[in-house]
């Protein structure tokens, strides 16, 4: 009598993870390049600036550069199909995007204070107005790939 309380048993399979090219016309999994992209301006534009606040860009490069590693290694898993292997591939997708977004976050913070500290202090270094402008556009590139990343995580968990 108990069973026919219970409702019926619905089985859910999560969508197939797609390889090859197909990579790019998926939603979680179209944002790698633009997260490649922009991570890899980040990187560019930090290191064409005079770095005046080592501990501040140290990190903003630190997290870029390996960001663009991991992430550019995840991008050819998929794209040779080496993720069907793994059948928790999807969890770490998602945990690493998540943590790589809170990551970028904090790179983004501290692009920014080095960028608002650079106009204010007047420094030796930033006499040419060169180096406030590239400050600024790659504390403008870490926020938006902060945002794909945190896309990539959620719709990658809710998908």
Not at 21 to 29: G, K, L
Not at 46 to 51: D, E, F, G, H, P
Not at 76 to 86: A, C, N, P, T, V
Not at 90 to 115: E, F
Request: with cysteine; proline share 6%; charged share 10%.
């Amino acid at each position: 009598m108990a069973s026919k309380d219970l409702p019926p048993p619905t089985t859910f399979a999560p969508p197939e993870i797609p390889s090859g090219i197909a990579v790019f016309r998926t939603i979680p999994y179209a944002f790698f390049l633009p997260e490649l992209i922009f991570g890899c301006w980040v990187w560019i534009l930090v290191a064409a600036t005079r770095v005046c606040f080592a501990l501040l860009q140290g990190w903003v490069m630190y997290v870029s550069i390996t960001s663009f590693l991991i992430s550019l290694m995840f991008l050819l898993s998929y794209l040779l199909g080496f993720h069907r292997r793994f059948e928790s591939w999807r969890v770490w997708d998602s945990l690493y995007h998540g943590t790589t977004g809170i990551l970028y976050m904090s790179a983004a913070v501290l692009q920014a204070n080095a960028t608002i500290r650079s106009e204010s202090e007047q420094l030796s270094c930033n006499s040419i107005p060169v180096n406030y402008q590239l400050n600024c556009a790659a504390t403008f590139f870490a926020f938006i790939t902060t945002l794909l990343y945190i896309l990539h995580a959620f719709s990658t968990y809710y998908n």
